[in-house]
């Protein structure tokens, strides 16, 4: 079975400095791995994908992700947060071949001006 | 690229009404949809994986005669919450699969449900 714990409910960061959401995963397979932004009320962007190519993967708006298998980690990083960042964000796991994502329970992350 | 619409964005009804929630692929068909739901400050949880033509897959837990699903066509999927009750406010969110499977999941913008 496929799980993701996100290590982190809430991150707070002051525009222009680093963001980092944690994620750790467990897969019984080769995992594909995404990480998904929601802003209040919206339906979920996708932001990366991990699919067993590169390890280090870039996303939209300037996110990137690491696949890092050691750690079973997937940890999500911007290198300047903007205030328009702010939302909640969520890690997904799926197995290659499975149709079901799995979802952690989100990072809501706060931008202070 | 992929776009889902999902109508209405919000809505409110009675207690012990019926509610209808649509989802649609604009611009691909997707012989596979899935239905989310979503509390407050919580996870997405999935409820049923909806398949055009057949019956829908429900998750266990969840009331199959209480969210009935339809996928009567390639580019639509309906969600019908029968007899609602206060503890069926939340929101659902449809994704569907644009030809990519996982990697190419669209979700819609999500209806907000409150039922009072």
């Known amino acids: 079975a496929q799980s993701v714990t996100q290590l982190d409910s809430h991150v707070s960061v002051s525009e222009g400095t680093p963001v980092l959401l944690r994620c750790n995963y467990s897969?019984?397979?080769?995992?594909?791995l995404f990480w998904y932004v929601q802003h209040p009320n919206k339906g979920l962007q996708l932001l990366l994908k991990?699919?067993?190519?590169?390890?280090l993967v870039k996303g939209i708006n300037g996110f990137e992700a690491e696949f890092k298998k050691s750690e079973t980690s997937f940890h999500l990083t911007k290198p300047s947060a903007h205030m328009s960042d702010a939302a909640e964000y969520f890690c997904?796991?799926?197995?290659?071949?499975?149709?079901?994502?799995?979802f952690g329970t989100g990072t809501r992350l706060l931008v202070s001006p | 690229g992929a776009v889902v619409s999902q109508h209405p964005s919000r809505v409110i009804c009675k207690s012990g009404t019926s509610v209808k929630i649509e989802c649609r692929s604009l611009?691909?068909?997707?012989?596979?949809m899935f239905w989310y739901r979503q509390f407050p400050k919580q996870s997405l949880m999935l409820m049923a994986t909806?398949?055009?033509?057949?019956?829908?897959?429900?998750e266990q837990g969840v009331e199959k005669d209480k969210f009935l699903i339809n996928h009567a066509s390639l580019t639509l999927s309906t969600l019908t919450v029968t007899s609602a009750h206060p503890e069926d406010s939340s929101f659902y969110i449809c994704?569907?699969?644009?030809?990519?499977?996982?990697?190419?999941?669209?979700f819609g913008s999500g209806t907000r449900l409150t039922v009072v």
């Open positions: 994704s569907a699969d644009s030809g990519q499977g996982t990697y190419g999941y669209t």
């Open positions: 897969s019984s397979y080769s995992p594909s």
């Open positions: 991990y699919t067993s190519a590169a390890t």
């Open positions: 997904v796991v799926t197995a290659a071949g499975f149709q079901k994502l799995v």
């Open positions: 611009d691909f068909q997707a012989t596979t």
């Open positions: 909806s398949n055009e033509g057949s019956k829908a897959t429900y």
